[in-house]
């Protein structure tokens, strides 16, 4: 095979490499599904922050004339877009990462699901230890869902 | 029945099929067609599509539901199950189904489908589980090259019939996994059918005798281990509870197939109007399973 060291032989991977690959997807399904409730939540709190600004202006807005009612909102807009802004940032840069966690997750998972049968008759495993392998490896989605 | 004639029923069947290939095209019986998507009529029949990856579960649901014409594109690696409702139609009765077609890859998204069709009580009507004798779609390049290295390293080198003959060890692992989940699923069940669709049948159509061997029970000189594991299943769940089972020839979209640009290409041995036929030899035995239950 090709790509190897001069003088060293290469050969396939061990059932030890194989759950050591495992534990590294393992890794970044949890980075990835942790990027993507943080995701979620960035765009609640932009809503929710919106709305605490908005609901009780329009209801001191529709209530009776308030004499610093332009000051307080102009204000609270302006405060709104800020954190929208900010957030903004914060999710895009989230997002970048998710979807590298997720292209990294999908890329050693497909060669562990087509490798998983070789290891298994390779290493003689018996029914219990491909059973446990596969279960594992069944946790993994096909293909992404995104960074939403 | 008499465990002879159970089979010898289901090896006739292939038989028929097999000469029928040859046959002109007459006028399908049994058709097949989605349901209106804003239908509130609520399907009666699940169906299940199983199958390793690459063996072309998609392909063969396009294909029975005729969407498979001359401008047809196969649609290539599904990312999720993918549920279908559908009516079929044969002589003067209509039944609709539910028609899912499960991943093949070991995946959340091969569990889910398979856990809500087959827990707490629920059980798939008929089960249609594709095969293709070793000739399955890898559908990236780079796990097309992983396994061709994987091979190259192995004893048995890489070659077109070590490429092929991995794959069916792996089909048999992915079936004997599947019999386990129907054999809780179907357990004092009745009425359940089952096909085990042979497909891509134009890629080794001079070696069909071999296919029938290797998938049917009873017809090499030893079982293979996917015979086996049907005949252990059809064992467990009873003869008299099965509607139907048939072992089918079948070729949906006749194209070449390579594994690698370094390995010879396997060309189709049948044509389209031939395809045809044994996909309305299919669509006619679903149609004959649904009515007997």
Not at chain 1, 115 to 132: C, F, H, S, T
Not at chain 2, 191 to 219: N, T
Request: proline share 4%; with cysteine; hydrophobic share 45%.
């Amino acid at each position: 095979m090709e790509g190897g060291s001069a003088g060293v032989e290469a050969r396939s991977i061990t059932g030890a490499e194989f759950d050591a690959a495992l534990d590294k997807a393992e890794q970044l399904l949890g980075f990835y599904d942790r990027g993507r409730a943080h995701i979620r939540l960035s765009y609640v709190l932009m809503l929710a922050s919106a709305l605490a600004v908005v609901i009780p202006l329009g209801v001191v807005a529709a209530s009776e004339a308030f004499p610093g009612l332009l000051g307080i909102t102009t204000v609270g807009v302006v405060g709104v877009a800020l954190l929208v802004v900010m957030l903004r940032r914060h999710v895009r840069a989230l997002s970048a990462t998710v979807r590298r966690d997720e292209r990294a997750m999908l890329e050693v998972i497909d060669v562990l699901r087509e490798l998983l049968p070789d290891v298994a008759k390779e290493e003689g495993w018996g029914p219990a230890r491909y059973q446990i392998a596969a279960a594992w490896v069944s946790r993994f989605p096909i293909g992404g869902r995104g960074s939403r | 029945m008499s465990a002879l004639s159970f089979w010898a029923q289901i090896r006739s069947t292939w038989a028929n099929t097999v000469a029928a290939a040859d046959q002109a095209i007459t006028r399908p019986s049994v058709r097949l067609k989605p349901m209106f998507r804003f239908s509130l009529y609520r399907p009666k029949l699940p169906i299940a599509v199983t199958g390793h990856r690459g063996t072309g579960k998609t392909l063969l649901y396009d294909a029975i539901v005729g969407n498979v014409g001359t401008n047809y594109v196969p649609s290539g690696k599904s990312q999720g199950a993918e549920p279908h409702r559908v009516i079929l139609s044969a002589r003067s009765s209509k039944t609709r189904c539910e028609v899912i077609v499960v991943p093949g890859q070991l995946s959340a998204e091969r569990d889910d489908a398979l856990d809500s069709m087959m827990t707490d009580g629920a059980f798939p009507t008929g089960l249609i589980h594709v095969t293709c004798f070793g000739h399955n779609t890898v559908w990236h390049s780079s796990d097309r090259a992983t396994v061709g290295g994987e091979l190259a390293l192995g004893a048995r080198g890489l070659s077109q019939e070590a490429v092929r003959l991995r794959n069916l060890e792996q089909e048999a692992l992915e079936f004997e996994d599947l019999c386990n989940r129907l054999r809780d699923a179907w357990y004092r069940k009745s009425g359940v059918w089952l096909i085990v669709a042979v497909a891509k049948c134009d890629l080794y159509w001079s070696r069909i005798g071999e296919a029938r061997d290797y998938y049917l029970p009873g017809c090499g000189s030893a079982d293979s281990r996917f015979a086996a594991a049907l005949q252990g299943l059809v064992k467990h769940v009873g003869e008299a509870n099965f509607a139907g089972l048939a072992v089918l020839p079948l070729s949906c979209y006749p194209e070449a197939h390579e594994f690698d640009p370094t390995l010879p290409k396997s060309r189709p041995e049948l044509d389209q109007r031939q395809a045809t036929v044994l996909v309305d030899r299919f669509r006619t035995v679903i149609g004959d399973f649904c009515g007997r239950r």
